[in-house]
């Protein structure tokens, strides 16, 4: 399991290991436990969207670890339940000075799409992930 290069307690306790991080994409394993289910047994809509959220933003970093990204938008389409072993893929699809535009999936064990983003988010200086203010222009 790789390193975030950052510490996500969030992250951490849901419980998402790092498989890849490199060349504008990523990939994180995750299964959620019985609390992170929702009211259909599939793996709550927040989890997923959690999930898929560091995907893309790993992707972002993948080539400036330095950096940090925060998220300033994100959409997502649930297509299947996320049952059991979940798998996401990150993809960094275009990046400036300041913004990374990403896309990213999960899939089920059986290899079926769940879910599916696009995020758009901003490069901030290593200073602010530790702790700083994070900075909004």
Do not use: W
Not at 59 to 76: F, H, I, L, N, Y
Not at 94 to 123: N, P, Q, V, W
């Amino acid at each position: 399991m790789l390193d975030f290069g950052a510490n996500i307690p969030f992250v951490h306790e849901l419980g998402f290991s790092l498989r890849h991080m490199q060349g504008g994409t990523s990939e994180l394993h995750y299964e959620a436990r019985p609390e992170h289910l929702n009211s259909f047994g599939v793996t709550h809509g927040g989890a997923t969207m959690t999930l898929l959220d560091v995907a893309l933003a790993t992707a972002a970093r993948s080539d400036t670890p330095d950096q940090g990204v925060v998220t300033v938008e994100m959409k997502a389409s649930f297509m299947h339940p996320a049952r059991g072993p979940l798998v996401a893929k990150g993809r960094l699809l275009h990046r400036t000075r300041s913004l990374a535009f990403a896309e990213g999936a999960i899939y089920d064990a059986e290899g079926r799409m769940c879910s599916h983003a696009t995020g758009t988010f901003k490069y901030v200086p290593k200073a602010a992930r530790e702790g700083a203010s994070v900075p909004t222009d």
